[in-house]
């Protein structure tokens, strides 16, 4: 698979020695520096983008990658993602943006998920949601704990930068007679860009097995 990264700081570094460790090629590397090459034919070559910046700039290097008809796996968080995902459905484009990437981090989705429900019945219990990054993370709160709460609903959310921290989330519902807490602790960038690179084979199987046979 060739793919063209969109974003070349630390997670496009991790995104590279993964992409190299599991056979594809690097087509392109494009970051701030470079924007140019988005009209490169090493960009135009690429089966897949993916796309890893800012909040400013996400839409806009999506939307150069779909005039080159190449689908988009995009992470970054802190602006409206829903909204580009509607309408590359009906411009025929693809893009596939989660607010994390992480396949332990949507597993504990699903546990918050379960938790939320089994507890809505139960008003004794107050749920709150704590989210640790590092200091150089744009967005607050984290587009993970914005996850979190769509499946509680109204509730507190308690932003925290500090380091290096990868990503600590922790979901609390506290009661006068106990207090059930779950987390979720990130190592490092490479679960999230193992799971980027996932979805990113995902789109090329799937567009490979549409093209006609010869």
Do not use: C
Request: no cysteine; glycine share 8%; hydrophobic share 35%.
């Amino acid at each position: 698979m060739k793919i063209a990264l969109i974003g070349y700081g630390k997670m496009g570094h991790v995104l590279e020695q993964i992409a190299l460790n599991r056979g594809h090629e690097i087509v392109a590397r494009i970051d701030r520096d470079n924007i140019d090459d988005f009209d490169s034919e090493a960009f135009s070559s690429a089966d897949v983008a993916i796309e890893f910046t800012t909040p400013d700039t996400a839409e806009s290097n999506i939307r150069r990658a779909w005039k080159k008809h190449i689908p988009v796996v995009a992470g970054t968080t802190g602006w409206n993602a829903e909204r580009l995902k509607q309408e590359a459905k009906q411009v025929g484009e693809t893009l596939v943006w989660k607010s994390n990437f992480s396949i332990g981090v949507n597993v504990f989705f699903e546990l918050n998920q379960h938790l939320a429900h089994y507890l809505q019945p139960y008003s004794q219990y107050t749920p709150s949601i704590t989210e640790v990054h590092h200091i150089h993370k744009l967005d607050r709160p984290s587009g993970t704990a914005k996850t979190l709460a769509e499946a509680i609903g109204q509730v507190e959310i308690e932003s925290i930068r500090e380091g290096e921290v990868p990503g600590t989330h922790i979901v609390t519902w506290d009661s006068p007679q106990d207090t059930i807490i779950i987390t979720h602790i990130a190592k490092g960038r490479e679960g999230f860009a193992l799971g980027a690179m996932i979805e990113a084979e995902h789109i090329y199987e799937s567009r490979s097995k549409k093209q006609p046979s010869i």
